[in-house]
Nanobody, 116 residues
Framework: QVQLVESGGGLVQAGGSLTLSCAASGSIFSINTMGWYRQAPGKQREWVAHFTSGGSTTYADSVKGRFTISRDNAKNTVYLQMSSPKPEDTAVYYC??????????WGQGTQVTVPL
């Protein structure tokens, strides 16, 4: 089992910056990929960015060039740095991990609000 705990959400002005954190615990060794999703009100959950099993990073077109995913292996933590956020980035952001048996884990989510 893997447990994921997000933090760092809140209110951020458009053009500002905010960094989300996701701390993983439990069967860390079993994690194959790890990343971020988001869900805006009335919309389906969508993929934002993640680390592939090979360690490279990939981003959704909507955030490419503005968001950066990074990690600190010593702290078992993945980050999502949001630069120049827009009102359309307002959503609940979820940390996601998939293990080698293709089991999917989710954090509880953290709200990010970018006012108009």
């Amino acid at each position: 089992q893997v447990q994921l705990v997000e933090s760092g959400g809140g209110l951020v002005q458009a053009g500002g910056s905010l960094t989300l954190s996701c701390a993983a615990s439990g069967s860390i060794f079993s994690i194959n990929t790890m990343g971020w999703y988001r869900q805006a009100p009335g919309k389906q959950r969508e993929w934002v960015a993640h680390f592939t099993s090979g360690g490279s990073t990939t981003y959704a077109d909507s955030v490419k060039g503005r968001f950066t995913i990074s990690r600190d292996n010593a702290k078992n933590t993945v980050y999502l740095q949001m630069s120049s956020p827009k009102p359309e980035d307002t959503a609940v952001y979820y940390c996601n991990a998939v293990d080698r048996d293709y089991r999917t884990y989710w954090g509880q989510g953290t709200q990010v609000t970018v006012p108009l």
